[in-house]
């Protein structure tokens, strides 16, 4: 039986990227008999980097749990919770931080690569150099088998394995090392051809409905090569046709529009027509999911309080015997 902890930040409402990534993969790991899924909205991290204004919090984290229940992750077959409910990771986190050498954390690439991207913010802190020990915490603490990750995602995984190999060397074996899992993940573009992406205000929206998603769609970049609709294309030149590759389930649609493009047989908006029918056919469950979910008080919160009592009940475990391992008195 494999075991996985996934995590998110929360950074308020998903986009289809989020969708066709990391959700479809969690959604098949949920429904394998030989997965256990622990999913946590890790909002301590957003204060690694965000801890000026946190004003949106709540708001980001209800966002995040309304698009993860949208597209089907399912409450009942696996706890889902935030992380700030399930206080061991953070007790974890301590306990680790005392033991991770700094030159591991300084030279972990994403640590300088973010200190550059987000220039506008003074991340020149204990807490964001220590991120990577915090999310080393949040798998160890499930004694996760398994993380599925993305292929920028690994050196954290090969931290997060050696501070355990650290922690199991100096007290007893208490922690496995997790293996990576990596996770294909799909090209998705965002409206201007460049990776979907929330900072670049370019993602079509989980939670956007049929009209605001075909004002996008309709307004996308394509193949610069075609003026007039008879011009022939080159799909792989167009990001709706990446799009269609990732959302078009309809195999003989999705040929025809690729052949009619190169012909010059069809118009853009045209072929954004039909990706866009396609996507509403594919969304129209999950809005409706979206809606039943939000319009219920009290249920994402019974969710939040249900998911972390049964993450509590496997972290304690493992705190008990990492807190007895280290020699503290119980
Ligand atoms: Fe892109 Fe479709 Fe236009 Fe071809 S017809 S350039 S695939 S939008």
New binding site residues.
């Given amino acids: 039986m494999k075991r996985i902890f996934s995590g998110m930040r929360p950074t308020g409402k998903l986009h289809l990227g989020h969708m066709a990534g990391a959700l479809t993969n969690w959604l098949k790991l949920q429904r394998d008999p030989n997965v256990e899924c622990f999913f946590g909205i890790v909002d301590w991290h957003a204060m690694t980097s965000n801890y000026a204004d946190m004003t949106s919090l709540k708001v980001n984290c209800e966002e995040v749990l309304l698009d993860w229940l949208a597209v089907g992750l399912d409450p009942e077959k696996s706890p889902i919770f935030l992380q700030s409910h399930v206080h061991q990771h953070v007790e974890l986190a301590l306990a680790l931080g005392m033991l991770t050498p700094l030159g591991w954390l300084e030279r972990c690439p994403t640590y300088k690569e973010q200190i550059l991207n987000l220039s506008n913010k003074d991340l020149g802190t204990y807490g964001f150099l220590g991120y990577p020990v915090l999310m080393a915490a949040d798998i160890l603490i499930y004694k996760a088998t398994d993380v599925p990750v993305g292929e920028d995602q690994t050196a954290h995984l090969e931290l997060a394995r050696a501070i355990a190999n650290r922690f199991n060397n100096f007290y007893r074996p208490v922690f496995p090392e997790p293996q990576i899992m990596l996770t294909a993940t799909p090209k998705v573009p965002g409206t201007d051809g460049r990776k979907m992406s929330k900072s670049y205000g370019n993602s079509l929206m989980i939670s956007d409905r049929a009209d605001a998603l075909w004002e996008k769609i309709r307004t996308m970049v394509?193949?610069p090569a075609?003026i007039r609709k008879t011009d022939p294309?080159d799909?792989n030149k167009?990001p709706?046709?990446d799009l269609?590759k990732v959302f078009n389930g309809d195999e003989a649609s999705k040929c025809q529009?690729?052949a009619?493009?190169r012909a010059g047989a069809?118009?853009?908006i045209q072929?954004?027509r039909v990706l866009s029918d396609r996507l509403n056919e594919m969304m129209t469950p999950i809005w409706d999911r979206r809606d039943r979910f939000s319009s219920q008080p009290g249920l994402m919160e019974d969710i939040l309080a249900d998911g972390a009592a049964r993450a509590s009940a496997v972290a304690e475990c493992t705190m008990a015997e990492a807190r007895e391992a280290i020699g503290f008195i119980h």
């Fill in positions: 394509t193949d075609r294309g799909p167009c709706v046709w269609h529009v690729a009619d493009c069809i118009g853009c072929c954004k």
